[in-house]
T-cell receptor
Framework: DAGVTQSPTHLIKTRGQHVTLRCSPISGHKSVSWYQQVLGQGPQFIFQYYEKEERGRGNFPDRFSARQFPNYSSELNVNALLLGDSALYLC????????????FGQGTRLTVV | SQQGEEDPQALSIQEGENATMNCSYKTSINNLQWYRQNSGRGLVHLILIRSNEREKHSGRLRVTLDTSKKSSSLLITASRAADTASYFCAPSNDYKLSFGAGTTVTVRA
């Protein structure tokens, strides 16, 4: 079975630009979460979607947005990129909304220059 | 906060030795999970322990949870070079995982 797939794997953007990151969950998983991991730190929660609805949002500015599609894949959008947005963006899928293990993709390494 | 804090920040051990790392948190939880990350890539789920459990095993891994002290420990027995990685605890009482900065484990051959 395919695991969580994320695209692209690496991305370089200029300050002020917009970026879209994509995630395909494990087949049958209805929950997708997004995390940001800055170098040397643990992942920080950005969003969770379950059954195509936003169920949770972390402490991130409105420049960050996401959505989940009918096939449960998801996109994370970041507008007006800042240097501080440079990070590894991780997508995780799970079978349920609560109290269950998460399966992570390999991440998208975003560099803002 | 719900966020986990791992201790120590870094650990270096000889192959075959045991590695122990600890996690503390501040609020009530439904479960606590441990993850491993190799070379800054995706996280791999190791163990989920629920708030009503005290100990859980998976292969060479042993996890304990003490909700009265709001702490957890992860023991890796008979370590191998492949265990070299960063280990994160993630307390959870809802939909999100609250990771700490992790413990970096280096296993020397």
């Amino acid at each position: 079975d395919a695991g969580v797939t994320q695209s692209p794997t690496h991305l370089i953007k200029t300050r002020g630009q917009h970026v879209t990151l994509r995630c395909s969950p494990i087949s049958g998983h209805k929950s997708v979460s997004w995390y940001q991991q800055v170098l040397g730190q643990g992942p920080q929660f950005i969003f969770q979607y379950y059954e195509k609805e936003e169920r949770g949002r972390g402490n991130f500015p409105d420049r960050f947005s996401a959505r989940q599609f009918p096939n449960y894949s998801s996109e994370l959008n970041v507008n007006a990129l800042l240097l501080g947005d440079s990070a590894l963006y991780l997508c995780a899928s799970s079978t349920r909304l609560l109290n269950t293990e998460a399966f992570f993709g390999q991440g998208t390494r975003l560099t803002v220059v | 906060s719900q966020q986990g804090e791992e201790d120590p920040q870094a650990l270096s051990i000889q192959e075959g030795e045991n590695a122990t790392m600890n996690c503390s948190y501040k609020t009530s939880i439904n479960n606590l999970q441990w993850y491993r990350q190799n070379s800054g890539r995706g996280l791999v789920h190791l163990i989920l322990i629920r708030s009503n459990e005290r100990e859980k095993h998976s292969g060479r891994l042993r996890v304990t949870l003490d909700t009265s002290k709001k702490s957890s420990s992860l023991l890796i027995t008979a370590s191998r070079a492949a265990d070299t990685a960063s280990y994160f605890c993630a307390p959870s009482n809802d939909y999100k995982l609250s990771f700490g900065a992790g413990t970096t484990v280096t296993v020397r051959a």
